[in-house]
Every structure is written in C-alpha cells, then in structure tokens.
C-alpha cells in the first residue's frame, strides 16, 4: 500500500547508530534566548525558514524536556550562574550551541559584564558566527550537530571537538 | 509692497513684519526663583536646558519646593544619573532632570558630591520613580542616597565589589567572573585554550590612543595585577 511495502520485513542495524538517528531527528532545543539572536531564532522556527523541516522545532521552555540548549546572545556573568543551572537540569545527552559571535566570544563586548564566550561556563559544540546569524546559519548549524550526535557513541560520550559554522 | 497681498497675521502686528533684531531674552522668573532659593544658574549649554548648581545641603530644600512650590511645580523626575569627574572637586555630580508639565519647562540641576563622603539625599519621598534611578546611580558610580529605603544594586550581581563606570575602573573589568565563582560555578578551560597556559589567551589592550576626553590624569588607583 504505502512506502513501507517497498521495505524488506526486517532491517539490520547496530544500536548505536539507531539511537543515533532518532535521537538526531527530534532535537528539542532549549532557546536561551539573551538578545538579538533571539528575534532570528524565532524567524528560523517560523514558516519561512522552518526549523522543522530537520526535526528541531519542538521549542521547549523548559530544561527538563530539551536536549540541545541554544544560547542565542550576549550572557552576563549576572545570567551566567542562572544558564548553568538551566544547562544542568536538561538531561542528558544534551548539547550546546553558541548562537553568534556574542555567545562564542563575547562578540564586540570586552568589558567587566559579559562573559567572553559561554564556553567559559559550558560545553559548547557548535559555534556559530554573525551578528546575529541568519536564519541560514541557525539551521546549518543544528544539521552539524546532528552530524555529531550521529557519532555519539550509545554510552553518551560525545565527540570532543566543536564544530564551527562559518 | 502694495501689490504683495499682505499676511493677515503681519498686517495685524506691523512689529512683526520687522526684520527679527537679536533681542536678549526676558528675565525668566524660573531662574529668579531658584535663584533665591540658593541655586546657582549655570550658562546655557547647546541644548539650552537651563542649567543649576544646588549645594549637596541645600538640595534637600530646594528640590521640596521644586517639586512642591506651585510656582515651579516640577511634576516629574526625569532622570537621576551619577557622573564622574576624576579631576574636579568634588568628583562626583548627581545630575537631574525635572519636568514641569504644568508650565512645560525642563531644567537640569546638578549637584556636587565629594569622594571622601559620597552621599547625597534621596528625593524618593518628592517623586518616587527616583527609586531605581538612585539604586543605578548607586551601583554603577557608588553615591550613595541618604534616605533611599532599599539601596541595593540593581545592575551588577548584589555581591559586585566595585563602581564599574567610575573612570578609574578598567572597562574590561577586574574579576569579572568573581560573583558566579561566589555562587559555586566552575569555569570551564576552553577547548582553544589547552595549547596556552591559564589567562595568557587575551591580547594586551592598547591604550597607546591616550585620553582625549581628559577624563583620565593618568594614574590608575587599581593594582594592574588585578585586571583580567
């Protein structure tokens, strides 16, 4: 009748990569949504960019139901002990991306309120550059990181090295 | 000018259809006023908000009848903000704004604050909106508000040690991280950083532009070894 019927009954595959391609086809993101970057993360969600096309546009407000925490913009060392909190209640795996260069370095604020990249305080891995980033960039993005949760060992240990999304 | 059909308005006030001559302007009764009260009238500046002068020990009186007098009647407090002058004395200014709605006029009174006591009295009681407006001036250059009845930061964490806009505060700060350490966070060494020891991964600031504003004489109070 449907697809399914071009399908063999049964389909071999190792665990790993099973849970792999679930887990990476149902993000939900956490959006910390700081400033600026806040406005394009809510365009990439919205119909024209469309987030869910990748299997990431369950937005969720709270930590206990998101598995990738976007930080979109500038954090201060006066939020920062409030996103490590939110970071710790997400459970694991779970993921970061630093959305614009505020959050990957500080961005243009060098001064004694902005933490120079939230990867002072957390495990970033995947950067993003622009100020704000597109839409575009958002998206390519979270396909890196599906990338990597694609490696994710099924023990949880993650890959390492960031990403970094030009 | 007999076949040019006339302005009405014009026609009416030949006066007018002068050429304007520069005229001073009339003695304005608002600087009178606040002149008698011990203010003193500063001159004008670009933006010709008349401008005063008001002793920290008169400021409680004479922002009472600013606020209360109905010949001046300043309704609304507009802003309150703390600057400072590192080489005047005293150093720091209170700055505010009141406008009059019911004579629409805006002027701006200063007063002075010295850093050996930095405290000048709360207007809370006369317009209440001072309140985050001294609590801001109170954090960012640390005059404190005699009166205030909850003087507590509102910008930096509660904990913050310093003044941070006081001008011999480095504006890249000092321990910036100093208050989420306090609430038991952990930095974190950055992935770029392992090749580099520990606070060696920022360039020096080049401050070799010097300090055209003047605000600066050149000797900073911190310790250098502080700043991060």
């Known amino acids: 009748m449907g697809v399914e019927d071009k399908f063999p009954e049964v389909v071999t595959s190792r665990l790993t990569d099973l849970v792999g391609w679930a887990r990476k086809n149902s993000l939900w993101p956490m959006p910390l949504g700081l400033s600026c970057c806040a406005i394009e993360m809510m365009a990439t969600v919205g119909p024209r960019f469309d987030l869910s096309r990748f299997g990431a546009e369950v937005f969720r407000f709270s930590p206990r139901q998101s598995d990738v925490m976007i930080v979109a913009g500038t954090l201060t060392w006066k939020m920062a002990s409030v996103a490590r909190r939110i970071y710790d209640q997400m459970p694991d795996p779970k993921w970061v991306i630093a959305m614009g260069v505020c959050a990957s370095s500080g961005g243009l604020y060098r001064n004694y309120a902005v933490v120079p990249g939230v990867d002072r305080i957390l495990p970033v891995d995947v950067y993003t550059m622009g100020c704000p980033p597109r839409p575009d960039t958002l998206i390519r993005a979270v396909m890196e990181l599906q990338k990597k949760i694609d490696e994710l060992a099924i023990d949880g240990r993650r890959p390492r090295e960031p990403v970094f999304v030009q | ?228």
Do not use: C
């Open chain 2, 1 to 228: 000018m007999a076949d040019v059909p006339a302005n009405p308005s014009s026609s009416s006030n030949p006066a007018a259809a002068a050429p304007a001559a520069p005229v001073a302007p009339p003695p304005d009764p608002l600087i009178a006023a606040l002149t008698a009260l011990g203010a003193e009238a500063l001159p004008l500046t670009q933006d010709l908000l008349p401008v005063f002068r008001v002793e920290r020990d008169a400021w409680p009186s004479v922002a009472r009848a600013l606020r209360r007098d109905p010949q001046l009647s300043f309704e609304m407090l507009i802003d309150v903000a703390g600057v400072d002058f590192p080489k005047r004395r005293p150093r720091f200014e209170v700055v505010y704004h009141l406008w009059s709605l019911t004579w629409n006029k805006v002027i701006r009174v200063k007063v002075g604050v010295p850093e050996e006591d930095p405290q000048v009295a709360s207007v809370i009681d006369l317009w209440p909106t001072a309140d985050w407006h001294e609590r801001e001036a109170f954090d960012m250059v640390g005059v404190k508000f005699a009166g205030h009845p909850d003087l507590r930061r509102i910008l930096m964490p509660d904990d913050y040690p310093w003044h941070p806009l006081r001008k011999d505060f480095p504006v890249e700060g000092i321990d910036n991280s100093i208050s989420y350490v306090k609430a038991g966070g952990v930095l974190m060494t950055r992935e770029l950083d392992v090749d580099r020891p520990a606070g060696q991964d920022r360039t020096p600031v080049d401050r070799s532009h010097g300090d055209p504003a003047g605000y600066s004489d050149g000797t900073p109070t911190l310790p250098e070894e502080g700043r991060s």
